[in-house]
């Protein structure tokens, strides 16, 4: 059996200053939302990742740079999946630079989906996916990048938060000795999710 992957945001504490460095609008728009829903404070920054193509080491290593550069203590990336290439690159430099990989499977809208079920359903797309969360009741006019989503998810939070942990442990115990970013279906937003319900002011 699998060891069962720890989760160390519960223990963290907050530091001065927070980024939450994402891929997309549609991660950006998501936390930025939760954000002013939580009331948290301004030093938490949620940012997108600006580059003409996708490449999530890219994200990484823009995240070192502005720890560097504007004194960020406490990062995270949030990246997807997506059958990109440099997956293991970017969680190997992220793992050497302390930094926490918020990562999905095999995107984003995996997280939106397990508000509204428990299933280890692997998609080999994100078309497909997208295709089964317009199935859920509110989300049949889904559109990426849209304000809207925190608003219609939020109330299921807790459900989500239950499902995503369970169809991790799941998912990690029956693919034993397969590397994180190579798991599908596979979600860790949870764990960030938690991390700024700490910081509510």
Known sequence: MAKRPSNTFKTRGFRSKVLILCEGLTEKNYFNAMKEDFRLPKTIGVEVFQSNKVDCKGVVEEAIKKAKREGFEEIFVVFDHDNQDKRDEAFK?????G????F?????EAWYLFHFRNSTRAFASEEVLEKELKKCVGMENYEKNDFKHYSILKDKLASAKSNAE????SVVENNYGVEI????PYTNVDGLVLFLENQRT
Do not use: P, Q
Request: proline share 0%; hydrophobic share 55%; glycine share 0%.
């Open 181 to 184: 970013f190579n798991l599908n």
């Open 99 to 102: 930094i926490s990989v918020i």
């Open 93 to 97: 430099l992220a793992l050497d630079k």
């Open 166 to 169: 369970n169809i991790r442990l």
């Open 104 to 108: 999905s499977s095999i995107c984003f």
